[in-house]
């Protein structure tokens, strides 16, 4: 078996921004499921609607996809490959989530495209950090 070889210093900056990324989807998501009555009474129709109408699997989704990203980025930082198994979960309940969120509810038709950027966004960051353990495992970063 190969000894683990040492990250460059980019891999620590990126990991680091990688797990303030998740942690705040992680206050996003408490931010969501914790929205007091009153405030979800004062959105618009469309966005109360949508709202009111998110099925309880897609908030398990979401809290799959932003635990997931910080127990990933924690794994990462630890230099374990099963980090790569973390934000591979945490990739699968971003895709849930959007599945809901534009084939099921049309988030598309509230939100529109800054809605979509955001969406994409987190999407991007996903897959980054899956080709990111990848590499990190090719290169005899990680245990």
């Not at 900056?13 to 914790?34: D, E, H, K, R």
């Not at 949508?50 to 990203?69: D, H, I, Q, R, S």
């Not at 591979?88 to 809901?100: E, M, P, R, T």
Request: net charge neutral; with cysteine.
């Amino acid at each position: 078996m190969n000894e683990t070889q040492k990250p460059p210093m980019w891999f620590w900056i990126v990991v680091g921004l990688a797990l303030l990324w998740n942690a705040l989807g992680v206050m996003a998501f408490f931010a969501q499921i914790t929205t007091p009555p009153e405030v979800i009474a004062a959105l618009p129709d469309a966005q109360r609607a949508l709202y009111e109408a998110m099925p309880m699997w897609a908030y398990a989704a979401f809290a799959v996809a932003v635990f997931g990203g910080v127990l990933g980025c924690v794994v990462l930082a630890m230099r374990k490959s099963w980090a790569m198994w973390l934000f591979q979960v945490s990739l699968a309940g971003i895709i849930l989530q959007n599945v809901n969120a534009f084939f099921l509810q049309d988030s598309y038709a509230v939100f529109g495209p800054g809605g979509t950027f955001m969406v994409v966004l987190v999407g991007v960051v996903a897959v980054a950090l899956v080709w990111l353990t990848a590499h990190a495992k090719n290169k005899n970063w990680l245990s």
